[in-house]
């Protein structure tokens, strides 16, 4: 599923699945914190992806991240805004938040 995250688009196939993928991995991770670290994490609702309310999609997921990142020392990054017309930001969004999850992943030694 990490493999799915590294071609971010906001439409058709290509965003059903990057949405699927991203959720599945915040799921294991919310659930591996439970199990490892006994800390219950928040778990919201990115899947489908809000296109209607990016702002609402934003903070949620950034939340998880922060959450997440907080529990395991990883400096995060901030995923809160996204112009997805701006192919650059867009770019170095998708790679950033793609090393964010591998590195939550290896922190709480799941395979990938």
């Known amino acids: 599923m990490l493999a799915d995250l590294i071609n971010f688009s906001t439409e058709g196939e290509e965003a ?3 949405s699927l993928a991203n959720m599945d991995l915040h799921r294991r991770s919310v659930a591996a914190a439970f199990t490892q670290k006994n800390k219950t994490l928040a778990l919201y609702t990115v899947d489908p992806i809000f296109k209607n309310d990016w702002g609402s999609w934003l903070l949620n997921h950034q939340q998880m991240h922060n959450d997440l990142n907080v529990l395991l020392g990883i400096a ?3 995923f809160s805004e996204l112009n997805v017309n701006d192919k650059v930001a867009l770019g170095s969004w998708t790679q950033l ?3 964010e999850h591998r590195q939550q992943l290896a922190a709480l030694n799941l395979e990938e």
Do not use: K
């Open 16 to 18: 059903a699945r990057w």
């Open 76 to 78: 995060g990054n901030d």
């Open 97 to 99: 938040h793609f090393e």
